[in-house]
Protein backbone atom coordinates (compact mmCIF):
# COMPACT_ATOMS: atom_id res chain seq x y z
CA UNK A 1 0.00 0.00 0.00
CA UNK A 2 1.07 3.37 -0.26
CA UNK A 3 3.49 5.13 -2.90
CA UNK A 4 4.29 2.65 -5.78
CA UNK A 5 5.57 5.24 -8.44
CA UNK A 6 6.37 8.42 -8.88
CA UNK A 7 6.64 9.34 -12.77
CA UNK A 8 6.90 12.14 -14.78
CA UNK A 9 4.79 12.39 -18.07
CA UNK A 10 3.91 15.32 -19.52
CA UNK A 11 0.95 14.18 -21.49
CA UNK A 12 -0.90 12.82 -17.87
CA UNK A 13 -2.78 9.70 -18.32
CA UNK A 14 -2.91 8.17 -21.89
CA UNK A 15 -2.71 4.70 -23.62
CA UNK A 16 0.60 3.53 -22.46
CA UNK A 17 0.38 4.90 -18.92
CA UNK A 18 -3.03 3.30 -18.69
CA UNK A 19 -2.26 -0.29 -20.23
CA UNK A 20 1.61 -0.56 -18.29
CA UNK A 21 2.27 1.42 -15.39
CA UNK A 22 -1.13 1.21 -13.80
CA UNK A 23 -1.86 -2.09 -14.88
CA UNK A 24 1.35 -3.44 -14.30
CA UNK A 25 2.34 -1.51 -10.70
CA UNK A 26 -1.40 -2.42 -10.12
CA UNK A 27 -1.95 1.28 -9.36
CA UNK A 28 -5.39 1.94 -7.35
CA UNK A 29 -4.75 5.74 -7.21
CA UNK A 30 -3.64 8.43 -9.53
CA UNK A 31 -2.31 11.67 -7.90
CA UNK A 32 -1.38 14.51 -10.99
CA UNK A 33 0.34 17.41 -9.35
CA UNK A 34 0.78 20.24 -11.49
CA UNK A 35 -0.06 23.89 -11.00
CA UNK A 36 -1.53 24.22 -14.78
CA UNK A 37 -3.81 21.16 -14.34
CA UNK A 38 -5.40 22.06 -11.62
CA UNK A 39 -6.21 25.07 -12.93
CA UNK A 40 -7.12 24.17 -16.33
CA UNK A 41 -11.27 22.57 -16.66
CA UNK A 42 -10.39 20.65 -19.54
CA UNK A 43 -7.61 19.06 -18.45
CA UNK A 44 -9.09 18.25 -15.34
CA UNK A 45 -12.05 16.93 -16.95
CA UNK A 46 -10.39 14.07 -19.06
CA UNK A 47 -7.40 13.56 -17.01
CA UNK A 48 -9.22 10.61 -15.57
CA UNK A 49 -10.81 9.54 -18.76
CA UNK A 50 -8.57 6.40 -20.04
CA UNK A 51 -8.63 4.89 -16.56
CA UNK A 52 -12.50 4.96 -15.49
CA UNK A 53 -11.97 2.42 -12.51
CA UNK A 54 -8.99 4.71 -11.10
CA UNK A 55 -9.29 7.45 -8.72
CA UNK A 56 -7.70 10.59 -10.42
CA UNK A 57 -7.19 13.76 -7.71
CA UNK A 58 -5.11 16.16 -9.07
CA UNK A 59 -3.47 19.25 -6.60
CA UNK A 60 -0.81 22.23 -7.46
CA UNK A 61 2.58 21.68 -5.91
CA UNK A 62 1.87 23.73 -2.54
CA UNK A 63 -1.56 22.04 -2.35
CA UNK A 64 -0.58 18.42 -2.14
CA UNK A 65 2.69 19.40 0.07
CA UNK A 66 0.08 20.22 2.46
CA UNK A 67 -1.74 17.29 2.14
CA UNK A 68 1.12 15.43 2.65
CA UNK A 69 1.79 16.88 6.22
CA UNK A 70 -1.59 15.59 7.18
CA UNK A 71 -2.35 11.95 5.60
CA UNK A 72 -0.71 9.00 4.24
CA UNK A 73 -1.27 7.78 1.24
CA UNK A 74 -3.42 4.55 1.46
CA UNK A 75 -4.14 3.07 -2.19
CA UNK A 76 -1.41 1.75 -4.23
CA UNK A 77 -1.09 5.27 -5.58
CA UNK A 78 1.17 6.22 -9.00
CA UNK A 79 2.30 10.49 -8.06
CA UNK A 80 2.51 11.40 -11.69
CA UNK A 81 4.25 14.63 -12.53
CA UNK A 82 4.57 16.92 -15.76
CA UNK A 83 7.72 18.19 -15.33
CA UNK A 84 11.15 17.31 -12.75
CA UNK A 85 11.05 20.59 -11.43
CA UNK A 86 7.86 19.95 -9.49
CA UNK A 87 9.15 16.16 -8.49
CA UNK A 88 12.16 17.98 -7.28
CA UNK A 89 10.18 20.40 -5.23
CA UNK A 90 7.81 17.47 -3.30
CA UNK A 91 10.83 15.27 -2.56
CA UNK A 92 12.14 18.21 -0.67
CA UNK A 93 8.97 19.22 0.97
CA UNK A 94 7.85 15.44 2.19
CA UNK A 95 7.06 12.84 -0.82
CA UNK A 96 9.20 10.28 0.35
CA UNK A 97 10.92 8.24 -3.00
CA UNK A 98 14.03 6.88 -3.90
CA UNK A 99 13.06 6.03 -7.37
CA UNK A 100 11.82 8.42 -10.75
CA UNK A 101 10.78 6.93 -13.57
CA UNK A 102 10.22 9.37 -16.92
CA UNK A 103 8.23 8.20 -19.45
CA UNK A 104 7.44 11.27 -21.24
CA UNK A 105 8.69 14.80 -21.85
CA UNK A 106 7.60 16.04 -25.50
CA UNK A 107 10.44 18.06 -27.55
CA UNK A 108 9.65 21.68 -28.30
CA UNK A 109 11.35 25.11 -29.08
CA UNK A 110 12.18 25.73 -25.58
CA UNK A 111 13.64 22.05 -25.16
CA UNK A 112 16.29 20.38 -25.82
CA UNK A 113 16.29 16.72 -26.64
CA UNK A 114 17.90 14.14 -24.62
CA UNK A 115 16.00 10.51 -26.04
CA UNK A 116 13.10 10.03 -28.40
CA UNK A 117 10.79 10.89 -25.68
CA UNK A 118 12.39 13.31 -23.54
CA UNK A 119 13.62 16.67 -23.92
CA UNK A 120 14.67 19.08 -21.11
CA UNK A 121 14.78 22.76 -20.42
CA UNK A 122 18.01 24.06 -18.19
CA UNK A 123 15.71 24.15 -15.21
CA UNK A 124 14.50 20.93 -16.05
CA UNK A 125 18.23 19.52 -16.37
CA UNK A 126 19.21 21.38 -13.36
CA UNK A 127 16.14 19.75 -11.31
CA UNK A 128 17.41 16.29 -12.69
CA UNK A 129 20.63 16.86 -11.34
CA UNK A 130 19.83 17.61 -8.19
CA UNK A 131 17.04 14.54 -7.84
CA UNK A 132 20.12 12.29 -8.52
CA UNK A 133 22.77 14.06 -6.96
CA UNK A 134 21.67 15.74 -3.96
CA UNK A 135 18.59 14.04 -3.64
CA UNK A 136 19.97 10.22 -4.04
CA UNK A 137 16.63 9.64 -6.72
CA UNK A 138 17.35 6.54 -8.89
CA UNK A 139 15.84 8.40 -12.13
CA UNK A 140 15.27 6.77 -15.47
CA UNK A 141 14.07 7.16 -18.73
CA UNK A 142 11.45 4.34 -19.54
CA UNK A 143 8.59 4.97 -21.57
CA UNK A 144 6.58 1.59 -20.87
CA UNK A 145 6.98 -1.04 -18.30
CA UNK A 146 8.06 -3.40 -22.00
CA UNK A 147 11.23 -0.56 -22.85
CA UNK A 148 14.36 -1.13 -21.74
CA UNK A 149 15.92 1.71 -18.87
CA UNK A 150 17.88 4.03 -19.60
CA UNK A 151 19.74 6.25 -16.52
CA UNK A 152 18.97 9.77 -16.72
CA UNK A 153 22.26 11.15 -15.67
CA UNK A 154 23.96 9.35 -18.32
CA UNK A 155 20.93 11.38 -21.31
CA UNK A 156 21.83 14.35 -19.23
CA UNK A 157 25.96 14.19 -20.39
CA UNK A 158 24.07 14.93 -23.83
CA UNK A 159 22.75 18.11 -22.86
Not at 48 to 61: C, E, H, M, Q, R
Not at 75 to 82: C, E, P, R
Not at 142 to 157: C, I, N, P, W, Y
Amino acid sequence: MGLALVNIDDRLIHGQIAATWIKDFKIESVIIVDDEVVNDPVRKSVAGLAVPDIKVSIFGVEQFIGILKKTQLKKVTMVLFTNPVDALTLKRNGLDYDYLNVSGMRFNENRHRLHKNMSVTLAEKEALEALIQEEHVKVYMQTTTRDSKTAVGELLKNY
